[in-house]
């Protein structure tokens, strides 16, 4: 590799940025370079309503520098860099594909840090985005020295270092549609396995055939092609997919199995009926159609089913509650371009998110990329109290140094224990969906008579329990935990994180809040509302409704769900006690519709599962549980239910 363009470095002084726009080279080492550069640093939020190559127009636009935002729109492509230089942990902050596409399009060849996010160098890996944490590279391409390949392929494992030296997944893929690829081999003597590496072992690939398929073992490390029972995406992934499949692979390129690609519409739903303007960004609302528009002529033209929207009663489902309700099963492989796919590991199956470009060319593959991670276990001792539900243990879990130190970051967590027992599937989904709030890859609960009951119930179908489908004995944990359930107690997180958690008993002030807010993939399930219910049930009873200044929302997450909800009478319930009752979709979870705050010094305490600055609005937003929003929207004050009802 040889580089023609510039060197930009990342500084923390604006005006040692500013002057290599005017033409200074800097040297490594003159300047503070910055550190923890995230990817809504990279491309702000707004950007991702754009696709294509239009989004290198917006590089690092929200790069903030000693307090300041230096760039200006156009300013990587004009100034001709081709190399970015920053400090360490680069592109952290979550996955956002849209961030390393940006720097692509904005003609970056190769980013140099000091570190990186994992999530994010796997998704420059698959965008053909080289990476490297050797700062002596700067003056090695200055002197216009060609640089091997092999220095951006040291310590990956066989499959990903093939795919680094083709140029990325779309060349990989386009190798495969010629016959002109290799796919390593791996080869295991059978060994005691987990039960992710189980599934992820049964659907490898021993070849390019769809049906090639189940290896003897699997460990750690191994690169492997994974075939997906499911593959999903939602409207703020699926045109940018759409862009790269026609830009990379071309028009007309095959799907594999359609019928096991679905496409959800659940994210913006709101967007339009909630937005009156453009949010200080011109032309949001025309991409938001402009996107809708796109996903639907895919999806039409494809054969693909695409859960929508109706424009009276919002959309059919948020996608990973619906993935639980109608497809998920026991010993699945299923991916999504979502971190919170891993939801669906409440019924056995491992469910892990992917970025745009993974999922575009699974579209045509039907597999996916996988470097086996190691599995961690968490065993959860003893059962929950009475008032204290999987929420409160998530929360709580996020606060121990096993989970806060990064112990479980990029690792399978597989959950065992007396406490599932008594927890349904809906309540385990939360579990295994905030998987993701640790940086895991995935959250994962083996199959047991709960999943078997749950899957007759929501669809009428008998499934049955296979011995293999659980982990052998002897497998080899990364790591172990055990945590007394019976211990735990009602939790909060304060603003900022959802690791910020702490016991509500000790809070130490009452925090008055002006917006309740029951919803999301984890706050918007059967059993959710059925804990709302009993909560606003019991104030009912004695009296009780919202206070006029707070503002109560309930957003349902699914049409199912509404379904069970009327007929339970638990809407009725909740309209009598002043809630606002909202039609499916992601909405304040991801701000984009009604129960956001407006303003900083509002307060709101909210069942989504990340709190992050500006995640629901500019205002402070605590995590809870359902049962501890809706007592709180009773009281006026955060309030834990079983202080509203007089329970020990």
């Excluded at 599934?199 to 690169?223: K, T």
Aim: proline fraction near 5%; glycine fraction near 12%.
């Amino acid at each position: 590799m040889k580089v023609d363009g510039r060197v930009l470095l990342l500084s923390e002084d604006p005006a040692r940025l500013r002057s290599q726009f005017q033409g200074e080279d800097l040297r490594v080492g003159v300047t503070a370079l910055r550190d923890y550069v995230t990817v809504d640093e990279i491309a702000p939020g707004w950007v991702c309503f754009y696709f294509g190559q239009r989004l290198g127009d917006f590089a690092y636009l929200g790069c903030l520098c000693g307090g300041t935002f230096p760039m200006h729109e156009g300013f990587i492509k004009r100034g001709g860099f081709q190399v970015v230089v920053s400090g360490k942990r680069h592109g952290g902050g979550g996955p956002r594909e849209a961030a390393p596409y940006a720097e692509r399009a904005a003609g970056i060849r190769l980013v140099i840090a000091e570190s990186f996010d994992p999530a994010y160098r796997q998704q420059c890996h698959a965008l053909g985005l080289l990476t490297s944490t050797d700062m002596g590279l700067v003056e090695r391409i200055r002197q216009g020295e060609d640089l091997p390949m092999d220095l951006f392929t040291r310590g990956l494992d066989a499959l990903t270092a093939e795919i680094v030296r083709a140029g990325g997944i779309f060349e990989y893929t386009q190798a495969r549609l010629r016959e002109e690829a290799r796919l390593p081999e791996v080869s295991r003597a059978p060994r005691p396995m987990t039960y992710g590496e189980k599934l992820l072992a049964r659907a490898a690939r021993h070849g390019f055939g769809y049906d090639a398929c189940g290896l003897e073992a699997v460990a750690p490390g191994d690169g492997i092609l994974v075939k997906a029972d499911w593959r999903f995406s939602h409207e703020t992934v699926t045109p940018l997919a759409v862009a790269m499949v026609k830009d990379r692979l071309g028009e007309g390129v095959p799907f594999e199995d359609t019928h096991s690609i679905l496409a959800f519409r659940d994210h913006l739903t709101f967007l339009g009926r909630f937005y009156t303007q453009d949010q200080g960004q011109p032309g949001i609302a025309d991409a938001a159609r402009r996107i809708k528009r796109m996903q639907e002529e895919f999806c039409a033209a494809n054969g693909i089913r695409l859960h929508g929207e109706d424009a009276e009663t919002g959309c059919e489902g948020i996608c990973h509650v619906l993935m639980a309700e109608r497809y998920a099963l026991p010993g699945q492989v299923i991916v999504g371009t979502d971190s919170h796919t891993s939801h669906s590991g409440a019924l056995g199956a491992l469910a892990f998110g992917v970025g745009a470009a993974d999922i575009a060319c699974a579209w045509v593959t039907g597999d996916v990329r996988v470097t086996v991670p190691p599995s961690v276990l968490v065993k959860l001792k003893g059962r929950l109290g009475p008032g204290v539900f999987a929420k409160d243990l998530v929360l709580h879990l996020l606060t121990l140094p096993f989970f806060r130190d990064g112990h479980v970051k990029g690792r399978i967590i597989e959950y065992e224990g007396e406490a599932l027992a008594g927890l349904g599937t809906d309540e385990r989904a939360t579990l295994t969906n905030m998987a993701a709030d640790s940086g895991a890859f995935a959250g994962i609960i083996a199959p047991d008579a709960e999943t078997v009951r749950y899957v007759e119930e929501r669809r009428g179908r008998r499934i049955g329990l296979v011995p293999w489908m659980r982990s052998d004995p002897g497998a080899v944990y990364e790591g172990e935990l055990e945590v007394d359930c019976s211990a735990v107690t009602p939790m909060l997180a304060s603003p900022g994180f959802a690791g910020n958690g702490l016991p509500l008993a000790a809070l130490d002030r009452q925090v008055d809040v002006d917006i309740a807010y029951v919803g999301s993939c984890t706050g918007a399930k059967r059993e959710d509302l059925e804990r709302v219910y009993e909560v606003v049930s019991w104030g009912l009873a004695r009296g009780m409704t919202v206070p006029l200044r707070v503002q109560f929302f309930i957003q349902l997450g699914s049409e199912d769900v509404r379904a069970h909800a009327e007929a339970q009478g638990w809407l009725r319930a909740f309209d009598e006690a002043g809630a606002r009752i909202l039609d499916p979709g992601c909405g304040a979870c991801i701000n984009a519709g009604p129960g956001v705050s407006t303003r900083p010094d509002q307060v709101t305490i909210s069942a989504i599962n990340r709190n992050n600055p500006g995640r629901s609005g500019p205002g402070q937003v605590w995590l809870a549980s359902p049962a501890t929003v809706a007592a709180s929207a009773l009281k006026g004050y955060i309030c834990g239910a079983d202080t509203l009802m007089g329970t020990p």
